[in-house]
């Protein structure tokens, strides 16, 4: 699946695939915790971004459907008809919402789709008066940093992680400066969004404007927590995932490693939901 892909626990056997895109800064190691908790009810693979870890020579990229692009290309229509369900973080849920939108068009509709940390695509992704992000100083931009909670004070003043941590992190951000939202038929697909409670950039109403993007069900789950609230909800965002999984056929079943500690399905809801354990927000 060549450089844009990561696949941290193959699964090839499983019956579906998770397909998940880190927030901006982040890359595939983010979710490799993810990666270990589904493996075998579905095969999940990770998108890297260039410019970081062992993409760290390669040019960033800085629109969205550059990114989609060379996701889709590098993950082949599967010859099964295999289904596959997109997740997405932050910025990671614009291009996991844009990708859904490309396979719709392409009429290989995603079996559902899964955006955390993010405002509907509809609404502006940023106040109007702000200062867009990636035109900010390293200052100003370690300074936003700071305000999501996501990454260790030590590592924001480190000469040796900054040089790391900067660049990447400003592309990153240059691909939701410049997003822009295009009409488009709804998704047939269920949309589950998540959002933390504590979180400056995503209120209810904003998590709820996800709605208009499908015709399917759309659950909103208010979890505890800010902007970087998953890390402890891993096992409540696993059952989400694996309820959400298409029946595998017998022999794909057969071939499988089922696992047996996970939650029963849940009804989908329009109203917000909230976990009853705290988060503390962590991560790049």
């Not at 369900?85 to 939108?101: D, K, N, V, Y």
Request: glycine fraction near 8%; aromatic fraction near 6%.
């Amino acid at each position: 699946m060549g450089d844009w892909i990561r696949r941290f626990h193959p699964a090839p056997h499983a019956g579906s695939r998770l397909l998940c895109f880190p927030h901006a800064g982040g890359s595939a190691s983010a979710y490799h915790a993810l990666s270990a908790a589904v493996a075998g009810n579905t095969e999940p693979l990770i998108v890297q971004y260039p410019g970081r870890q062992e993409r760290l020579g390669e040019p960033c990229a800085e629109r969205a459907e550059e990114v989609v692009a060379a996701v889709l290309a590098a993950l082949p229509a599967p010859a099964d008809g295999t289904p596959t369900i997109l997740f997405g973080h932050s910025m990671g849920a614009l291009l996991a919402f844009e990708t859904a939108r490309r396979l719709a068009a392409e009429g290989r509709t995603p079996a559902a789709l899964f955006v955390s940390g993010r405002r509907g695509p509809s609404l502006p992704q940023r106040p109007a008066r702000r200062k867009p992000v990636s035109e900010m100083s390293d200052a100003e931009l370690i300074n936003e940093i700071k305000q999501l909670s996501g990454t260790a004070d030590e590592l924001l003043t480190s000469p040796d992680f900054l040089p790391l941590l900067l660049p990447p992190l400003r592309a990153d951000y240059r691909i939701v400066d410049n997003y822009v939202y295009r009409s488009a038929p709804r998704l047939d697909c269920p949309v589950t969004v998540l959002a933390g409670d504590k979180d400056p950039d995503v209120t209810v109403e904003g998590g709820r404007a996800w709605e208009s993007e499908t015709q399917a069900a759309c659950t909103l789950h208010m979890l505890a927590g800010g902007h970087f609230f998953l890390d402890d909800h891993l096992p409540y965002l696993t059952d989400l995932i694996t309820s959400a999984l298409p029946p595998r056929n017998t022999a794909q079943h057969d071939r499988s490693t089922t696992r047996s500690d996970r939650a029963a399905p849940r009804k989908s809801s329009t109203r917000p939901t909230t976990a009853p354990t705290t988060a503390t927000d962590t991560g790049a």
